[in-house]
Structures are given as structure tokens and as C-alpha cells.
């Protein structure tokens, strides 16, 4: 009985261990699986960034349905254009075609800097805007950030393939950053 009894203890504490493990974020699931080929700054906050990294011989729905069986994102984009977005807590994760057909880039980006840096347009035909209103937590980001980028020459980022290591990004801070007040006053109907 004691043996039965310190082997159902053994069991348990082997269980809770285990539940109570560190759990990994997208990010690490991708440093784990692919080459890190490059690292991009925010061009408001160095904090912000996005790391690339190249999944050879792997297509995008290889490594899409990969990431999702590891850690189910918040959102999936349709794959369109040789693209598909993975929106998670933290992060959001952009596969695009690598240099060669069999390659895929995959982009792990913070939140802060997709909000900050990216073009809009990134996104056409794969998240609705409503949705990066969301996750952005920006009322109307699309319209703002497409004004940000027009007025600063168009120097947005616009994903590793078209921008890549080059990006300086847009001068100034977005209107729309560093607000965390809602506004409105008493009876308001916060």
C-alpha cells in the first residue's frame, strides 16, 4: 500500500511539474525550428522588432500548419499572394515566398512593431482593418498609419522582401502612440 501510494504521489508531482513548465512563445517555437537571418528595429522604439528567419525547404503551408499545431495563433490570414499572417498574443508572424520557391521567410514581428512601422497595404486582401484595430489597439490604424507613411515619403515597412535589411523607417512618433487615456469625461459612459 505505501508503494502504491508513493507511486501515485510520484505520478502527481511529475504531472504538476510538467503543467506548470515554462511555456514557450511563437518566437522561441520559431528560433528552435529555423536560421535566424536577420534582425529589424523599430524606427520609434528599439524595444519593437522583427527577426527573420528562412525555413528551407519548407513552403508556407508547411511551416504555417507547423506553428499552429506548436501554439494556435489568434488569428490565421488566407494564404494570398504568397503570403499568410499568424496573429498571437504577442507577436504577429508573416510567412512570405523565400528566394527560392521551396523556402519560406518567416517574420516575428512585436505588436509595437507592426503597429509603428508597417504599411497598411501589407496587409490588403489577408486582416481586415477592424482587426488590426484590435490587436494594434488603435482606433482607425489603417487610415492613420497610411497618412503617417504617405507624409513621410512612404518610408514604411512594407515586409522583409520588399524593405529588408534597408529599413530606416518613418521619422517622428506616430499621433496615435504613447495615448493611453481613452478620453471623455464623467457620465461619458466609459
Do not use: H
Not at 505505501?2 to 518566437?27: E, H, P, W, Y
Not at 528562412?54 to 503551408?61: C, F, H, S, V
Not at 489577408?126 to 512612404?154: F, H, M, P, T
Request: proline letters at 3%; one cysteine or more; a negative charge.
Amino acid at each position: 500500500m505505501k508503494r502504491l501510494t508513493g507511486l501515485i504521489l510520484l505520478t502527481a508531482f511529475v504531472l504538476l511539474v510538467s503543467a506548470c513548465g515554462i511555456t514557450k512563445d511563437i518566437q522561441e517555437v520559431v528560433e528552435d525550428r529555423y536560421q535566424l537571418e536577420d534582425v529589424v528595429e523599430s524606427s520609434v522604439d528599439s524595444g519593437d522588432i522583427s527577426k527573420i528567419y528562412t525555413a528551407e525547404g519548407k513552403d508556407i503551408p508547411a511551416v504555417s500548419s507547423y506553428l499552429q499545431e506548436q501554439i494556435k495563433p489568434n488569428e490565421v490570414s488566407e494564404l494570398k499572394d504568397g503570403k499568410q499572417v499568424l496573429v498571437y498574443d504577442d507577436f504577429i508572424v508573416s510567412l512570405t515566398e523565400g528566394d527560392s520557391d521551396s523556402d519560406t521567410l518567416v517574420e516575428v514581428a512585436t505588436v509595437g512593431f507592426v503597429r509603428d512601422n508597417y504599411q497598411p497595404s501589407f496587409f490588403d486582401g489577408l486582416l481586415a482593418y477592424y482587426i488590426l484595430d484590435e490587436i494594434l489597439d488603435v482606433d482607425d490604424w489603417g487610415k492613420k498609419q497610411k497618412s503617417r507613411c504617405k507624409n513621410s515619403l512612404g518610408n514604411c515597412y512594407g515586409g522583409y522582401k520588399s524593405t529588408g535589411g534597408t529599413y530606416k523607417g518613418p521619422s517622428g512618433t506616430p499621433s496615435f502612440r504613447g495615448s493611453g487615456s481613452r478620453g471623455g469625461g464623467p457620465g461619458t459612459g466609459k
